[in-house]
């Protein structure tokens, strides 16, 4: 069954995702991150403009890297996405195919919408019957 765990509280959702993903990626792990096209836009934008001791090496999904790429941006989940990665939602939505990853990482902001539209996912996994992980950023940033 899919793991799924909710971070929450990113103070900016882009550098959140992009410290996330290099952190994983660091660890080895192949990432897909699923978005709105807008979002998949600025995160591929930010990635770019990132230095090049921090740059992460990272395709928009229909590359012809896809398969090779550590990280894969895309705003619809197919059968053609690597497989074995691990799937980052950054959507107000709960992607159609997600269960075909091991492990979903849904990240939250401050803001009340995104709040409201996560708490919405949170109960549709948990409908589902899916145990949910929930790590709050507030706290690790007061520690």
């Given at each position: ?100 990853f091991g492990r ?40």
């Amino acid at each position: 069954m899919t793991e799924v765990a909710f971070h929450f509280g990113a103070p900016n959702k882009l550098d959140y995702a992009g410290r996330l993903l290099r952190k994983a990626v660091g660890r080895g792990a192949r990432m897909v991150v699923f978005g709105s096209n807008d979002l998949v836009r600025r995160l591929d934008a930010h990635l770019w403009a990132q230095s090049p001791t921090e740059f992460l090496a990272h395709c928009v999904d229909g590359d012809s890297s896809m398969l090779r790429s550590p990280v894969v941006l895309t705003s619809a989940l197919h059968l053609g996405l690597p497989t074995g990665s691990v799937l980052l939602n950054l959507a107000d939505v709960i992607p159609e195919g997600f269960d075909r990853f091991g492990r979903v990482i849904e990240v939250v902001s401050h803001e009340e919408e995104d709040r409201l539209a996560a708490r919405g996912r949170w109960k549709q996994y948990a409908q589902r019957g899916i145990t949910i992980q929930k790590h709050d950023l507030n706290l690790k940033g007061a520690a």
